[in-house]
T-cell receptor, first 111, second 116 residues
């Protein structure tokens, strides 16, 4: 079983839609949960960062962590064509040393 | 600031050849990482280091070696290249738990390697 599972998509939605991206994980020791965004032919960039459980909001983006279900989500409101990218979840334990990524979801926002 | 610098950006190798991918960071980060990304896939951790002189295997270490003699540099060595090592390689660094956001990785631009 992979430590981190993520639906690879691709996912295509119209502009203005709410997007939901999800990951599940098996390692109960994970404490740091991140979402990275990667544009084509570029390195990933940190989008959202959460420690332990709960919600975090930043503009149009909301990250949720449910440790009891080992499930994390990223919501994008009022999606824009510029949000078209690959979104990768990542997580690690309290040492923040070994950081494991999901397989990424390719998202396309149609104008 | 240069951030994380990777060289070369592109390389074509023949089966059985060896090479070293260079990675340097100027942010005084303690932690450094090597990932590979196959087409349409996520990142797989090859090796990581939490400080000079300390390295650990990640998810897919076979066929690779690393060393960390300084805080700034973290080269990745490919021995006896195989077609399965055709990929994009990303180097990354972070503060670790010392300061900033633990787990926040800063990535280089990637090195595209093809083994024929």
């Amino acid at each position: 079983q992979k430590e981190v599972e993520q639906d690879p998509g691709p996912l295509s939605v119209p502009e203005g839609a709410i997007v939901s991206l999800n990951c599940t994980y098996s390692n109960s020791a994970f404490q740091y949960f991140m979402w990275y965004r990667q544009y084509s032919r570029k390195g990933p960039e940190l989008l959202m960062y959460t420690y332990s459980s709960g919600n975090k909001e930043d503009g149009r983006f909301t990250a949720q962590v449910d440790k009891s279900s080992k499930y994390i989500s990223l919501f994008i409101r009022d999606s824009q064509p510029s949000d078209s990218a690959t979104y990768l979840c990542a997580m690690s334990d309290s040492s923040a040393s070994k950081i494991i990524f999901g397989s990424g979801t390719r998202l396309s926002i149609r104008p | 600031n240069a951030g994380v610098t990777q060289t070369p950006k592109f390389r074509i190798l023949k089966i059985g050849q060896s090479m070293t991918l260079q990675c340097a960071q100027d942010m005084n980060h303690n932690y450094m990482y090597w990932y590979r990304q196959d087409p349409g896939m996520g990142l797989k951790l090859i090796y990581y280091s939490v400080g000079a002189g300390i390295t650990d295997k990640g998810e897919v270490p076979n066929g690779y070696n690393v060393s960390r003699s300084t805080t700034e540099d973290f080269p990745l060595r490919l021995e006896l290249a195989a077609p399965s090592q055709t990929s994009v390689y990303f180097c990354a660094s972070s503060y670790g738990t010392g300061q900033g956001r633990a787990g926040e990785l800063f990535f280089g631009e990637g090195s595209r390697l093809t083994v024929l």
